[in-house]
C-alpha cells in the first residue's frame, strides 16, 4: 500500500474543480411551479429587497438561502456565504449582488461557469422564478411579492 505523498504528482489528491463530463450535465429543463407551501410561505414573507434562492436540485435539495445583504459570495470556499461542497463548484464560484430591489449573478471566473435559464453568463440579472445553476446546484431565484411590479389586468 503506497502512501499519497509515494505517489506520483499525477496521482496525488488535490483541491481542484471538476468540470462536468459532456454537454448533456448542462441540459436546461425549467421546473414547474411545483413549490410547496412551506416554500410560498416563505417567499411571501420576504420584505422589500430580500430575495430567495432555494435549492431545486443537487446534493442539498430543499435548502434555502436568504438574499438580503448587497453582495452574496457563493462558492465551494469554507467560508463563502453559500457554500457548496461539491467538486463542480469553484471556490469562489459567483457572487450575488443586490442594487436596489434588483439582483444580480456575476460569475468569478469559475470553470464549470454560471447559468441563468441555461445559458451561460459572466453576468446576468435575475428575474423572479429564474433558474440558477452553479456547477451540479440547481436553484430557483425569487423575489418580494413586494417589489413585483404590479400584474396587468
Given at each position: 500500500m503506497r502512501r499519497?505523498?509515494?505517489?506520483?504528482a499525477s496521482e496525488?489528491?488535490?483541491?481542484?474543480?471538476q468540470?462536468?463530463?459532456?454537454?448533456?450535465?448542462?441540459s436546461f429543463v425549467p421546473f414547474g411551479a411545483?413549490?410547496?407551501?412551506?416554500?410560498?410561505?416563505?417567499?411571501?414573507?420576504l420584505p422589500s429587497r430580500v430575495a430567495l434562492l432555494i435549492v431545486r436540485s443537487g446534493p442539498t435539495t430543499g435548502a434555502r438561502y436568504l438574499l438580503d445583504t448587497d453582495v452574496t459570495t457563493v462558492g465551494r470556499h469554507p467560508e463563502a456565504d453559500i457554500f457548496f461542497d461539491d467538486v463542480t463548484v469553484s471556490r469562489r464560484h459567483a457572487e450575488i449582488t443586490r442594487s436596489g430591489t434588483s439582483f444580480e449573478i456575476v460569475d468569478q471566473r469559475s470553470?464549470?461557469?454560471s447559468y441563468v435559464n441555461g445559458e451561460r453568463?459572466?453576468?446576468?440579472v435575475l428575474a423572479n422564478g429564474a433558474e440558477v445553476r452553479i456547477g451540479k446546484?440547481?436553484?430557483?431565484?425569487?423575489?418580494?411579492p413586494v417589489d413585483l411590479p404590479p400584474a396587468d389586468n
Open positions: 499519497a505523498a509515494d505517489a506520483p496525488r489528491s488535490h483541491d481542484t474543480t468540470t462536468f463530463g459532456h454537454d448533456a450535465d448542462l411545483d413549490l410547496n407551501e412551506a416554500e410560498l410561505e416563505a417567499i411571501d414573507a470553470l464549470n461557469g453568463v459572466d453576468r446576468s446546484f440547481r436553484l430557483n431565484f425569487f423575489v418580494s
